[in-house]
């Protein structure tokens, strides 16, 4: 529906953009001045310590000068609460006690039967309940008693039973004066091309109906209750109220427990969704059996950030994710992606929870995989590259998958990582080619495979001994690692890191190496580079990779493991914490770098002083004495803010665990 502006206007000067706030954040009462309509709080879109994010009751707009987000009433319910732009309109419109506008009559007849097809959905729903709880329906109940699901579930999902027969339904609801060719339309019956008879749809199965945004029923899921029954689970067709594409089970209900958590879990059925959803994983939709549509992608991206996507190990569940794969690459944008959770190979959601409860499924979702590195398993772990051509090859393969992505951003980024990753891929290939003089193909590195790692750690042992323990040594060898594993910190701020020197040489060269693979690999190819690269720039590569090694299956270690090089040294990593945190540490960092700088700069105009004091010279070290201790200061509190953060995250942690 198209709203006039002046109807928007009356709705925005009626209702106060504060009180449609208010309800998601706190104002600081320091910084805020309501006399001037002037209000400051903590951003609900992103983790922040300082208030940045402003509302300007005059001009009735908000804006966070941390991430940027900006809108107005309907913006913020739409983003913060998963509306629909009508939604919107029609919750604000309420408040604000103005009645909506009619629709045009075109748009009203097309409401009308909408509305009509749903209710005739609600009315098989109910008919599907009753029989359920009949004498008819005690083989649906004994099932679902197997099952394990409690009365409370059964309720709320409503669950109901189709029994045999070839026209049950279809004689109910034609006796409350539904119409066939509405049973017709909406799924429930199936009219043959031959003339026969229409027939029910759904028979001898349990019924589980699906809803739509508001909570109506829109369509079906029926489990066969026959042991021999084909096909095991059968979904409603597409409809005028019922689109497989744009739908997602049980969001009407993961909704709020999304935004609440910041975390949504994705499932391949809806029974696996009603399984978690009964043991208070309630943010979990299903995708109806179907693969991925950009606007199932797009409505995830409401209820959280990243996404889980939750499938079964075994081949099947992966095949689904790398088809989720490819639909989710050219729809990324800055800040959203998915993550990627394998269950045991045979295992569904409910045969790990039956074995170890929530806290075994919470453990899988833990072990999910980022995008990028289900990407790079895909196209790396049977991939040969024991030839300048099959090289080749993987690496287009790559690029193309890379070039899908149309924010340039994010496609920037994915290079970078998935280039790093071919050039230490290629090179322990060779490494391995010439202590073994030939053969190769498969490499275990990056990809998480299980094969002996004697050269490989001896390669770590390398890196960690080759380096003095210098005093900045553990920040210079940190900063690195932060650099491999926040590729977009390393892009946000690639200028300033460009400048900075270090102290311990094997450092030195690996950040030259690593600005070079960002600046000449947009030139030119991995396969043309990555033998010309130091050979020590490998060696802190291999640090980082050795740690993801893992004595069980290591596909299903989380990326953090990854890191452990790093996360021993940095243990506040392992808490997993918020972007900004981890932003703050690189550039605090960074700062310390650049502060050990600023010494040797103040060293050498000692020097040169004792050589010949001037006027000139005096100056230059008085302004560099005073740059070094306001820097000092600087770094002095950003690292106590740090700690304190720090502190408090594993006093969080503590109290949730206890």
């Keep these: 529906m198209r709203f006039d502006q002046l109807f928007l206007d009356d709705i925005r000067n009626r209702v106060s953009l504060t009180d449609v706030v208010g309800r998601r954040v706190t104002w600081d ?43 107005d009433h309907f913006k913020f319910l739409m983003e913060t609460e998963g509306l629909s732009f009508p939604e919107a309109v029609e919750e604000l419109a309420g408040v604000a006690g103005i009645a909506m506008p009619a629709p045009d009559p075109q748009a009203a007849k097309r409401a009308a039967k909408r509305n009509s097809l749903t209710d005739v959905c609600e009315m098989a729903a109910r008919y599907f309940r009753h029989v359920f709880q009949s004498a008819d329906g005690r083989a649906a109940q004994e099932y679902v008693q197997r099952r394990g699901l409690s009365a409370e579930t059964l309720n709320e999902f409503q669950f109901g039973f189709a029994p045999p027969g070839r026209d049950n339904l279809k004689k109910a609801l034609m006796a409350k004066d539904v119409t066939e060719a509405e049973l017709i339309e909406v799924g429930l019956l199936i009219k043959p091309e031959d003339g026969r008879p229409s027939y029910d749809r759904f ?8 809803h739509d945004d508001r909570g109506r029923a829109v369509a079906f899921g029926g489990r066969t209750m026959d042991p021999d029954g084909q096909p095991k689970y059968l979904n409603s067709p597409e409809t005028p109220v019922f689109h497989k594409g744009t739908m997602l089970f049980n969001a009407h209900r993961a909704r709020q427990p999304a935004y609440e958590s ?12 009603i399984a978690l959803w009964q043991v208070g994983i309630k943010a979990t939709v299903a995708s109806l059996g179907t693969a991925f549509t950009e606007d199932q992608i797009m ?46 190979d045979g295992q569904d959601p409910d045969d790990v929870i039956n074995a170890g409860g929530t806290a075994a499924m919470y453990g899988e979702i833990e072990k999910a995989l980022p995008l990028s590195e289900v990407v790079w398993r895909r196209e790396s772990e049977q991939a040969r590259i024991d030839t300048p051509e099959r090289k080749a090859a993987l690496e287009k393969a790559v690029e193309d998958l890379v070039g899908t992505i149309k924010d340039e951003r994010v496609q920037k980024r994915y290079r970078m990582d998935l280039r790093l990753k071919l050039s230490n891929l290629f090179y322990e290939e060779s490494r391995r080619n010439r202590g073994k003089g030939g053969g190769g193909g498969r490499d275990e590195g990056w990809r998480g495979g299980n094969k002996k790692q004697g050269a490989d750690d001896e390669w770590a042992s390398r890196a960690r001994v080759e380096a003095p323990d210098t005093p900045s040594y553990g920040v210079e060898r940190s900063f690195c690692t932060m650099c491999l594993m926040y590729p977009e910190l390393f892009d946000r701020h690639f200028e300033r890191i460009s400048q900075l020197t270090y102290s311990n040489e094997l450092h030195s060269m690996f950040m030259t190496a690593l600005v070079r693979i960002a600046t000449d690999l947009a030139e030119g190819a991995v396969t043309q580079i990555y033998n010309k690269l130091d050979e020590r720039f490998y060696q802190i590569l291999q640090e ?12 299903k270690v989380s990326t953090l493991r990854r890191w452990d090089a790093l996360t021993n040294r940095l ?19 960074a700062d310390m770098l650049e502060l050990r700088m600023l010494e040797q700069e103040l060293e050498h105009e000692t020097r040169a002083m004792e050589q010949d004091l001037t006027e000139e010279s005096w100056s230059r070290f008085q302004a560099l004495t005073q740059d070094l201790a306001r820097r000092r200061e600087d770094c002095l509190r950003d690292e106590q803010e740090l700690a304190e953060r720090a502190a408090k995250m594993r006093s969080s942690k503590g109290s949730v665990l206890a």
């Excluded at 028979?203 to 109906?209: G, S």
């Excluded at 992966?318 to 088809?323: D, E, G, K, L």
């Excluded at 243990?571 to 960092?589: A, G, H, R, S």
Aim: proline share 6%.
């Design 262 to 273: 910041g975390q949504a879990i994705v499932v391949e059925g809806y029974m696996d969704a």
């Design 203 to 210: 028979r001898n199965r349990l019924m589980i109906p699906i």
């Design 544 to 555: 980082a990779i050795v740690s993801a090694r893992s004595e069980s299956d290591s596909s």
């Design 571 to 589: 243990q506040v990593l392992k808490e997993d914490p918020p972007e900004d945190f981890v932003e703050m540490l690189f550039l605090n960092y």
């Design 29 to 71: 009462r320091r910084k805020s001045q309501p006399g001037k309509g002037d209000y400051w709080a903590c951003c609900p879109f992103h983790s922040e310590k300082s208030p940045s994010f402003h509302v300007d009751e005059r001009r009735n707009r908000y804006k966070c000068f941390g991430c940027g987000e900006s809108g």
């Design 299 to 344: 409505r995830l991206w409401k209820f959280a950030d990243e996404p889980v996507v939750c499938f079964d190990g075994d081949v099947a569940g992966i095949s689904a994710a790398h088809r989720a794969v490819d639909r989710i690459l050219p729809v990324l944008t800055s800040g959203k992606s998915f993550q990627f959770a394998f269950l045991p």
